[in-house]
């Protein structure tokens, strides 16, 4: 594709961009000069929190994934992963607090090691990390009762949920 506007200008347009994975684009980003704490963040390059909702987005469950998605990137940031996530499930499960049965909410945490995101494999977090994780999550997040973590390969799974 190229731009007319742009040819005056003495910029050349490199097509297709849009085709560059995560990989290339952390590469672009880093030739351009951009700090490595902004390209070598999760999720740069990525689809926002609300892809990260399963079903009707609000603001209320915006907060909420923003919220376990802190929670995950602080307690994953030593891994090496390649990508790392929290997703937020639109079903209610059970679960019980201060004794009574709650129907709350279902966090589900991804955590990949790839190279390029085009595969990628679960990465083996011990079970100690998970469970610090979880019980973090389920603590510090309202509504939050449950936390999975998925541990299908990319394909024929995805990195994002939606």
């Not at 490199?14 to 030739?31: H, N, S, Y």
């Not at 990508?83 to 589900?108: K, W």
Request: glycine letters at 6%; proline letters at 6%; aromatic letters at 6%.
């Amino acid at each position: 594709m190229f731009l007319p506007s742009w040819s005056g200008k003495g910029y050349k347009i490199i097509e297709p961009l849009v085709q560059l994975r995560k990989d290339g684009v952390r590469k672009v980003a880093e030739a351009t000069g951009l700090p490595r704490s902004i390209f070598n963040r999760m999720p740069f390059p990525g689809p926002a929190l609300a892809a990260r909702i399963i079903g009707e987005v609000t603001v209320e469950k915006i907060n909420i994934v923003r919220l376990a998605t802190a929670i995950t990137e602080e307690e994953l940031a030593k891994t090496n992963a390649f990508q790392y996530m929290a997703i937020l499930h639109q079903d209610r499960v059970t679960g019980v607090r201060a004794g009574r049965r709650d129907f709350g909410l279902q966090i589900e945490i991804r955590s990949w090691d790839s190279i390029d995101a085009r595969s990628a494999k679960p990465t083996k977090l011990a079970l100690e990390t998970l469970e610090k994780l979880a019980n973090r999550i389920v603590s510090e997040v309202d509504g939050v009762v449950s936390v999975t973590y998925n541990i299908a390969s990319k394909p024929p799974s995805t990195m994002e949920a939606v």
